[in-house]
């Protein structure tokens, strides 16, 4: 534990948010009292708010592991008030009212121990407001730590800190959010919406007031935000329904009233839009009700994708948009498409990088904390000065210029200095001089030499002695070209290339999604027996040695770890996962089984934590498709074993990954049994529940057993072979060979 580390924690308010954030406290190790109001009238259960918070938590999957809902304590703001002196960190999570902010930390300021941080998890209310009438005491403990929702999955963390806030405290503050919690802080300046929401929510109003002028529908709107833009799937419209109608007056309203007369907002008032006005009047807030700008409505068909008429207010089909310009690749190009959605684009981006030029030098030090912003908190692909760089900084300039437009400022300085990023890990500042990012996070794009590579993989110097095999196939798939470089990277270590290897790639949501089907399928298709089984044995062979190999191999996964890619983690020696790590078997719903090492391995792993049926616990793995909701869940599994390590920042996976490697250079590693026991056929068959189960699980369930079950130990390599056998068996099906291509042609599983 970190001398920075929060052991106990108060949030008051147990709304969305202040349950979310004291959930993610609970995933981090520390232990909260939830406070929230007594209800009115309440006698039996003055804590009843934020006990009922905490069930929902559960439920809708704020806890990694349903039992860390124990290290949080339901409270009320009456009865627990000196739970204040044993914090290390309150944090006010109620609605943004003044008043009742204010009224909160007078009692917290009374009760609070000494050196106990305290912070507002506001959007709206400007620091300078929240700490008046406070002693000097409490505003130097005192900062704004916004979270977004969901607190667990959302990454970004916005601290603004007060003039008179601790050096001391805020640096905490940001190790915690960090290292403990798991995020990516930004540093703000104490301006309205502060970073992502500032600009985040302009570029809501700008996106959605232009396409409800009537030239382009819902549908191309959205459309053109998600694939031209690279907001994600919902769109803008999609998000408005995600986040609730209904938050529009008081959001935009705060900003209107915060905002000098010569802001964009005051241009893009949608407060008093008249489609907005209607939904509201008609209750229909989102997904939170009956229906927003769009709906999913049940029928006897199926469910059905609608969307409202802007004009009637009735619902309609959801139309496939057509327009020329969503052809087109790139932004750029559909910003020269000369069509509803080619104008629609242009004007939303004109508006966006105008706003974001204009904006920037009072919200940021630099344009890389805008762009940082709206990915991490809106989930772009990109930043707003990353798109203008995407379609050039002069073509801009030309474009305002040919519409009679003034040219922002910035706009300019980024075209003196070869673009917003003029070359890597260098970015404009906001005074328009070319500033230097400082070194974040390890990344293999930081790696200083490749050792090997090839279209598939490559082997990457991360420095100090330490390799990276790194995948670069689409979600880290894993096929013949990775086996090359897992080879090379095995011979080159052998010979004293490098003394230890990390397993890892910079993709954010993929270690490994599993084996290549479309080579599977492929084989299949040929009817090539002789190619399946090199296939196969090509996988488990390579994952076998790297299992062998002489010095340390280390797994640094996040994200998935399905099929293959959980079969590769756990060739490592060692793992440090990521806190939202996806791991598991899914091959049965492709007609599959574990081949390459995946079934042996979780069987040893059991055997190792001393379990009474090894084979029962690698059958449960490999039968059931079940996917881990976390690392931790994955750890409670058996995937991970107690020793391997769960770094709750998936951004700091790969450094700590690498300092582990080197760790473990000398050590000796711990002894494996020779032979290991199956499941006795003597108890209930391991497929004994599976009775009702479709003919073709059946089978694969069957064969699965069979391979656990037998009166005799057997070795790790009589193991293997039994997975090769078996796979082999079950590929060549027809039930099973259905399942493989309907799940590539549908990304669904066939239940035959």
């Known amino acids: 534990m970190s001398a920075t580390d929060v052991q106990q924690a108060v949030v008051v308010g147990a709304g969305a948010m202040g349950s979310g954030i004291a959930a993610q406290l609970a995933n981090a190790g520390v ?16 804590s009843k708010l934020a006990r009922e918070a905490i069930a929902r938590q559960v439920k809708a999957g704020g806890f990694m592991l349903p039992v860390f809902a124990e290290r949080v304590t339901p409270g009320n703001v009456v009865d627990d008030v000196t739970a204040y002196a044993e914090a290390d960190w309150v944090i006010e999570a109620v609605f943004e009212d003044l008043g009742v902010k204010r009224e909160l930390y007078a009692t917290i300021e009374e009760h609070r121990g000494p050196d106990t941080m305290v912070t507002s998890n506001t959007s709206t209310i400007p620091l300078s407001s929240l700490v008046e009438g406070r002693d000097a005491g409490f505003v130097a403990h005192f900062a704004i730590t916004h979270f977004f929702n969901p607190p667990r999955h959302m990454p970004l963390l916005e601290v603004v800190a007060g003039p008179s806030t601790s050096t001391e405290v805020v640096e905490r503050l940001v190790a915690v959010g960090d290292h403990q919690l798991g995020k990516t802080v930004l540093r ?17 109003a700008v996106a959605s007031a232009e396409a409800l002028t009537g030239e382009v529908d819902i549908e191309t709107a959205d459309t053109v935000m998600t694939r031209a833009f690279g907001a994600p799937r919902t769109g803008v419209f999609g998000l408005f329904d995600l986040v609730g109608i209904n938050l529009v007056p008081s959001i935009w309203t705060s900003f209107l009233r915060l905002l000098p007369a010569d802001d964009g907002y005051h241009r893009y008032d949608i407060t008093t839009n008249g489609t907005f006005t209607g939904l509201l009047e008609r209750d229909l807030v989102g997904r939170r009700g009956p229906g927003g700008f769009t709906r999913r409505r049940k029928t006897e068909d199926g469910p059905v994708d609608e969307v409202i008429d802007t004009d009637t207010f009735e619902y309609r089909p959801r139309r496939t948009p057509s327009d020329p310009a969503l052809q087109a690749r790139g ?29 920037a030098p009072q919200i940021a030090d630099h344009v890389g904390l805008i762009d940082d912003a709206m990915k991490l908190g809106y989930a772009w692909q990109a930043g707003p000065f990353e798109l203008a760089d995407a379609v050039g900084v002069d073509w801009l300039v030309e474009r305002f210029e040919a519409e009679g437009r003034p040219v922002p400022t910035l706009l300019r300085q980024a075209v003196e200095a070869g673009g917003f990023r003029p070359r890597p890990g260098a970015v404009l500042a906001t005074d328009g001089s070319v500033a230097e990012l400082p070194p974040g996070p390890l990344t293999v794009a930081q790696a200083s030499g490749v050792l090997a590579e090839n279209e598939s993989a490559a082997l990457v110097d991360l420095g100090d002695g330490v390799a990276c095999l790194t ?5 880290n798939v894993c096929e013949p070209g990775v086996f090359e470089i897992v080879q090379r990277a095995l011979e080159l270590g052998e010979r004293g290339a490098f003394t230890a290897l990390v397993i890892g790639t910079d993709h954010p949501r993929a270690f490994s999604a599993g084996a290549n ?3 599977f399928a492929s084989l299949v298709e040929r009817n090539d027996p002789d190619e399946l089984r090199h296939f196969t044995e090509l996988g488990q062979g390579s994952f076998a ?9 280390v797994a640094a996964a996040r994200g998935l770890a399905l099929g293959g890619g959980c079969e590769l983690m756990l060739a490592a020696h060692h793992v440090v996962a990521g806190a939202e790590l996806y791991a598991g078997f899914p091959e049965r719903k492709v007609g599959l089984i574990p081949a390459w090492g995946g079934v042996t391995r979780t069987l040893i792993r059991a055997s190792l934590r001393g379990l009474p049926d090894p084979a029962a616990r690698a059958f449960a793995l490999a039968s059931s498709s079940v996917i881990s909701g976390s690392a931790f869940e994955a750890q409670a599994e058996g995937l991970l074993l107690p020793s391997d390590e769960i770094v709750m ?11 582990s490697a080197l760790e473990l250079v000398g050590r000796p590693r711990r002894p494996e049994p020779e032979r290991f026991a199956l499941h006795s056929p003597r108890l209930e068959p391991l497929d004994a529940s599976w009775t009702d ?7 694969i369930v069957g064969a699965l057993a069979a391979m656990l079950t037998g009166d005799e130990p057997v070795t790790e390599t009589e193991l293997l072979h039994r997975e090769i056998e078996v796979a082999l068996e079950l590929v060549v099906l027809p039930a099973n060979q259905d399942r493989m291509r309907h799940m590539l042609a549908t990304n669904r599983p066939l239940e035959n």
């Open 693 to 699: 189960a479709s003919p073709t699980d059946q089978r």
């Open 545 to 553: 040695r790297l299992r062998a190999a002489s010095f340390p191999v």
């Open 188 to 204: 703000c300046r104490d301006t309205p919406g502060f970073l992502a929401n500032r600009i985040g929510n302009f570029w809501m």
């Open 471 to 475: 995948l670069r196939t689409k979600m």
């Open 31 to 46: 232990k909260v009292r939830l406070l929230d109001v007594v209800p009115e009238g309440e006698v039996e259960d003055r």
């Open 649 to 659: 920042n998936g951004a700091r996976v790969l450094e700590r990954a690498k300092a």
């Open 331 to 359: 932004l750029r190009a559909v910003c020269e498409t000369d069509s509803a959605a080619g104008r629609y684009a242009w004007t939303v981006l004109r508006e966006f990088v105008d706003y974001c030029c204009v904006t």
């Open 517 to 519: 089907l479309n080579v």
